[in-house]
Structure formats: C-alpha cells, structure tokens
C-alpha cells in the first residue's frame, strides 16, 4: 500500500500525511497537510480539510490533484505554476466563487478539470487561459449567468463541456467559440429562454446537444441548424407548444427527444430537413395525433406513450403512414371509451371510427373544462396545464381576448386568432404571466394600458400582425418586458416614444416591416437594449445620433434594407457592439476606417451578397484579432485589403467573389496557405485560372518574389501569432 508502506493502520488525516513517499525525492517535506501525497501514482488528495488557499508545498511532479471539499472563494491568477505536469484536478464543493483570469496558467498538460458544486457567477474571458489540452470540462451546479466572449477561445482541445445546473438565461452568438473539437454540449437544468441565432457557430464537431429542463418555449431552429454534424438532440422538459414547417433543419440529426414537454401539435413536415432522423421521443405530452410525418422516411421508431391519444378516424393517416413505413410506435389510446388503453400498434384500422365527430373546441361548441390549480376555471374553448402553468387558445376563431385563466397561468398562447384590437385591461389577474403569444391575430391597434397587470411580462410577441404604430403608453403595466417581437407587421418608422416605459427591453425585432430610415430620438429610453433586429426593412437612412440612447447594443442586424454607405457615423458610441449585419444592401463601396467606431468590440461582421465593387485600403483600419468570422461571399471585387492581422478568425467566407489572380493578389495567396479554415475563394480572372481555387492556381508563381515563403514578408511578431493560432485549430 503506497499510503502505508508499514501496513499498519493509520487515520486518513493523521502524521502519515507528513511522513508519505514524496514527488520527485522530496517527500516528507514537501507533502502539505492535510493531504495525502502517493507517489507511485503521482497523486496528491487534499480532500474535506478546510484549506482556504491552493497549498503551496504541493510536490512538482504531481499528475493528479483532488482538493474537493474545501473552502477556496478565490482561485488566483498562476495558482498552479508550481505543478506543471498536472492531468487532472478535482475542484468540486470548495465554494469558489471567482476564477481570476489566468487562473490555470502552466496547466498545459491538464486533461480533466471539475469545478462542479461551486458558486461561480460568471466565467471571464481568460478564466480559463492556458488550458490548450484539456478534453473535460465541468461547471455543473455553479451560479453561471454570464458567459464573457472568448471565454473558451483557448480550449482547442475539449471534447466535453458540461454547463448543467447553472443560471443561464440566455446564449449570445459565438459564445462557445474555439471550441473545435467540442463533442457533447451539456446545458441542461438551466433557465434558457433565448438563443442567439448564432450561440452554436463554430462547432464543427459537436456530435450532442442537451438544453433539456430549461425554459425555451419555442424550438430554436435558427440555432439549431448551424449543428449540421449534430446526432442527438435532448430538447426534453421544455414549455414548447408547437413544432412549425421544416423547423428543424439538422443534416446528420439521429435521435430527438422532445419528452415532457408542452407540445399541442407538430406540423406534418416539421422533420422534413432532418432526413436522418432515426428516433423520436415525444413521450408525455398534450398530443392528441398526428399526421403523417413527411420527409422522415429514415425514422425507425417514435415514442407517444403518456399522451392523450384519441383513436378516431382522425389519426388513421397516422396509422396507416406508421405501418407503410415500418416505423415501430410505443403509445396507447386515451379515447374514444371503446380503446382505452390500447396500444396504438395493435389497432386496425376499421376500428378507428368516428361516428358522429364531436366538433373541435370554439367559443359556441366549448368543452367543458375542470378548475385548475391557481384559482379560476380555464376559459371555455380553451386548454390548460397546471403543471406547466400554460394556457393556450390557438387558433380557435375567436374575436375577442378570453378572460378566466388561472392567476399562476405562466404562459399564454392566444396565435392564429382574429382579435384585431387589444383594448386596456385585457389580462386581469395574470400577474405572474411571463411569455405572451399573440402572433398572426390580425392585430391592427395595442391600445394604451392593454397590458396594464402584467408585471412579470418578459416575452412578448406580436409578429405576423398589422400594426403600424404604438401609442406611448401601449406597454404601461408591463415594465420587466425584456424581449418583444413586432416582425412582419407594417410600421414605416419606429414607434418612437414607446420605449421610454421599458427599461429592461433587451431584445427588440421588427425585421419584414417598411421602415424607411432611423431617426433621431426613435430609440429614446431603450438604454439597456443589447439586440436590435431591423433585417428586411427600407432603410435608406440612419440618423448620425439615431442609436446613441443604445450604449449597451451588442448586435445590431440591418441586413436585405438599402443603405448605400456604412453608416459610420451612426455607429459611434456602441463600445459594445460585436455584431453587425449589412448583408443585402446596395453597397458598392467599403471606404476608409468604415468600422473603426467599433473597431474595439466588433467580432462578427457580415457584408455578404451586396454586389460590393470594392473595398478601400484601410476599410478594416483598427480590426484585428478581435474578428472571429467574416462574411464577404457573393460581391463583386477583384480583391480585398491586407488581413494578417485578423489572427482570431473562425469563420471566413469567400466564395462567389471574382478575384483577379495576379501578382497583387499574393499577399492574399500567401495568407491564405496559412490559415487553417475553408474560405472558397476562386479566381475569377485571367481566364486560364478561371474558376480555380486561388489556393491552387499557378499563375502566382511568376510573380517577384514567389517561394520566399510568408515568414520573409511578414513581421516575427505576425508570424509567430498566426502559427499559433493554427496550431489552436488544428
């Protein structure tokens, strides 16, 4: 026994602690108490023993290092400096708090990393530097609400990411960048409600995804369909009440799970773009059929035991797809009396009758409806879950808002009805609602105090409806409003004014509308708006102060409007913006210094599919290695200015751009056999390299010059950051 040479029994924490064989040939010495320190297996365990610092004796050659259930708070930047051959180090239960940035330098070798059980609150852009071969990593069970850009940006080697049990709200874009060969994402047992649509760039390896038990209340299939390598998808204990067309655009997606969950139906092609899908959980749900699930012609078996199940006539199409298709079905029938209780696949068809069909639910042919939990009856026509606190009267004809929802009632789904007015008052009583579905209700007027008592409202959505403008005081009453849909509606400007009541607002759409310019004071009182989609509008104009109340504006999507320059000036005073799309607009010119307002934050930047003619010189004039992708595909230019500096890029996007392979081009050239990404650039011109990849075309070597290599035109210092950064990727 390496613990106890002498075989005689000793207590865990007692002298023998002092007097183990050491690390190295230092033992007695160098062994911190109270840990044990093993040297046959490299292994030093500091376990339970009220340390409230990382000791500072811990012997050099350690490989691995437990110190769970300790008291830490802080772990300091360089805290492991002195045991460089760490491959695993246990960190659980010690009640840390903060990771300084820099906190694991010199951990180069460290494989596995447990920090589950903690109180982190947010993870800093170098929280986690210097960990270049790690392949776990755990955070389960910490505080996590925010998650800084880059946090991961140096983790190039982690294959698992497990983020279970934290505080999350919602998931910006990129923000798990770096991670290449990231295979299985854990995020479940959050509160996530929103997803960037680009949270999930940049993850070419990610094999599973599980956002089971959090908050989403809509499938995120923008999201979702950047996961094209993606095999299992864990949706499972969400509210979400429907699945849309083709919402689910995943290639190599084999196995969905969408149990427990809130769904009231699923479009008959909601699958069609996932034409790998093999398994289909939809166990314990609120589905009373199906129809026949087109493009999922791979799918093996589907899962709807615990649903309520009527086995009329109407779910014969279900039935009989099921057999053509020889897809195995686990679920029994709730109704009609007669087959209670039977398994779907033993039924035949005749037995599947109607009879003399009940007509479905309406303001005059309701069914009746049992009191729920909170207190009040559910409206007639209508439905309601105690246990997910939901409300729902989709489509269901009506013409006037119902009243009578439960007081605990969390989300309300009133789409695909014909209210056309919001009048003052019309949630009485639903002060813990927090999600508001009123989209395609033909919804001309939001009259003043409509949402007066709704003071826990955070998501509100209004698409699909004709509003043209908002009074002042359409969102009084509802001031933790954070996230609000007006998309496909038919403003010409913004409903300025309108913002003042929402301090909290966060995220605003109104893409697909026919705003024609953003004026001055149009965004007054928006101060903490971080996301502002305006995508698909007319757009000539942007006011040089018109987002000037928006200091806190992380992304900003302008993309298919028709600007004709950059709007520089208006991009002033967005120290925080990351994000900007101009995709679609008639650009034809990129000038000098275009960005350099948000030089300092801007990572993502799109000026794709704008027939742009050229790009200046010094366009990109103060980016650099902040730019983590960029999106220049389908234009017109011959060629693009010099780059080396954009050391950080994940994504770069080339393709369709007829570049003109000459002796100018070479910079270019030679920069581009140095990254390690797939860019599509080809040649356009002279016709003998027409349509080759510029990588590949041979008209460089004539050029002065050619086969001096990258290192003699570059600076030492350039280079030695882009060989760094490719061997990050590789």
Not at 340 to 351: F, K
């Amino acid at each position: 026994n390496p613990l106890n040479p002498c075989g005689t029994h000793v207590p865990f924490l007692l002298p023998l602690t002092k007097l183990a064989l050491g690390l190295g040939g230092t033992a007695a010495t160098r062994c911190p108490g109270p840990c044990v320190c093993d040297n046959l297996r490299a292994q030093v365990l500091c376990l339970n023993g009220n340390l409230t610092a990382i000791p500072a004796t811990i012997p050099q050659l350690t490989k691995k290092l437990e110190l769970r259930g300790n008291s830490f708070t802080v772990v300091p930047a360089g805290a492991f400096l002195d045991t460089p051959y760490l491959t695993h180090l246990d960190l659980r239960r010690c009640k840390v708090e903060r990771l300084e940035e820099g906190a694991f330098r010199g951990l180069g070798r460290l494989v596995y990393l447990n920090l589950a059980s903690n109180g982190i609150v947010l993870l800093y852009q170098e929280s986690l530097d210097g960990l270049s071969s790690l392949q776990q990593l755990i955070l389960k069970g910490n505080r996590i609400e925010e998650i800084q850009p880059g946090a991961f940006g140096r983790l190039g080697s982690l294959t698992v990411l497990d983020l279970r049990a934290n505080a999350l709200v919602y998931l910006p874009d990129m923000v798990f960048q770096g991670l290449q060969v990231l295979r299985w994402l854990r995020l479940s047992h959050n509160t996530l409600h929103v997803l960037g649509s680009e949270a999930f760039a940049a993850l070419p390896a990610l094999r599973r995804l599980s956002l089971d038990h959090n908050e989403l209340q809509a499938l995120p299939s923008e999201a979702l369909a950047r996961l094209d390598g993606a095999t299992q998808l864990d949706l499972g204990h969400n509210p979400i009440t429907y699945i849309a067309e083709e919402a689910l655009a995943m290639a190599s997606l084999k196995h969905l799970f969408l149990d427990h969950a809130a769904l009231q139906d699923v479009a008959p092609d909601a699958f069609a773009r996932s034409p790998q899908l093999r398994t289909l959980d939809l166990r314990e749900n609120q589905l009373q059929g199906l129809s026949p699930l087109a493009g999922a012609g791979g799918l093996a078996k589907v899962s709807l035991a615990g649903n309520p199940l009527l086995c009329s006539c109407l779910l014969r199409p279900f039935h009989d797809w099921l057999v053509r298709a020889r897809v195995q079905v686990e679920g029994s029938c709730t109704a009609p009396p007669a087959l209670r209780g039977r398994p779907l696949d033993s039924l035949r068809p005749p037995e599947m009758r109607c009879g003399h069909p009940r007509p479905p639910p309406s303001p005059t042919a309701p069914l009746e409806q049992p009191r729920v939990a909170g207190g009040g009856q559910c409206p007639q026509g209508c439905s309601c879950s105690p246990d997910f606190h939901h409300g729902s009267c989709k489509n269901r004809d009506l013409q006037e808002i119902p009243r009578g929802f439960p007081g605990d009632t969390h989300l309300l789904d009133l789409r695909q009805n014909t209210f056309r007015m919001v009048p003052p008052g019309s949630f009485p009583g639903l002060k813990e609602l927090v999600s508001l579905h009123l989209q395609s209700c033909d919804i001309k007027v939001l009259q003043p105090g409509a949402l007066r008592g709704l003071e826990n409202l955070v998501y509100l959505y209004l698409t699909d409806n004709r509003l043209s403008t908002l009074a002042a005081t359409a969102f009084e009453g509802a001031p933790r409003l954070a996230y609000l849909d007006l998309d496909h509606n038919t403003f010409t400007h913004l409903p300025a004014g309108t913002f003042q009541l929402l301090p909290n607002l966060i995220s605003l759409h109104l893409q697909h509308n026919a705003i024609r310019e953003l004026a001055e004071g149009d965004l007054a009182g928006a101060g903490g708006l971080r996301w502002l989609y305006l995508a698909g509008n007319a757009i000539k104009r942007i006011a040089p102060t018109a987002l000037v109340p928006t200091k806190m504006l992380e992304k900003l999507h302008l993309e298919g409007n028709r600007l004709v320059e950059v709007p520089t000036s208006a991009l002033r005073g967005l120290p925080a913006l990351s994000e900007l799309k101009l995709s679609q607009n008639p650009i034809k010119h990129v000038g000098d210094g275009a960005f350099l307002p948000v030089a300092s934050s801007l990572q993502h930047l799109y000026l794709d599919n704008m027939g742009l003619e050229q790009i200046s010189p010094g366009a990109f004039t103060g980016l650099g290695p902040k730019i983590r992708s960029l999106f220049l595909e389908n234009n017109k230019m011959s060629n693009i200015p010099d780059m080396r500096n954009f050391t950080g890029l994940e994504i770069l996007n080339l393709r369709d751009v007829p570049f003109h392979c000459d002796c100018q081009l070479l910079p270019l050239r030679r920069w581009i056999d140095k990254l390690n990404l797939r860019i599509g650039a080809t040649c356009g011109s002279p016709a003998e390299a027409r349509g080759l990849k510029v990588k590949l075309s041979t008209t460089f070597q004539t050029c002065p010059g050619w086969g001096r290599g990258e290192a003699g035109r570059a600076s030492p210092g350039k280079t030695k950051v882009a060989s760094k950064s490719s061997k990050k990727k590789r």
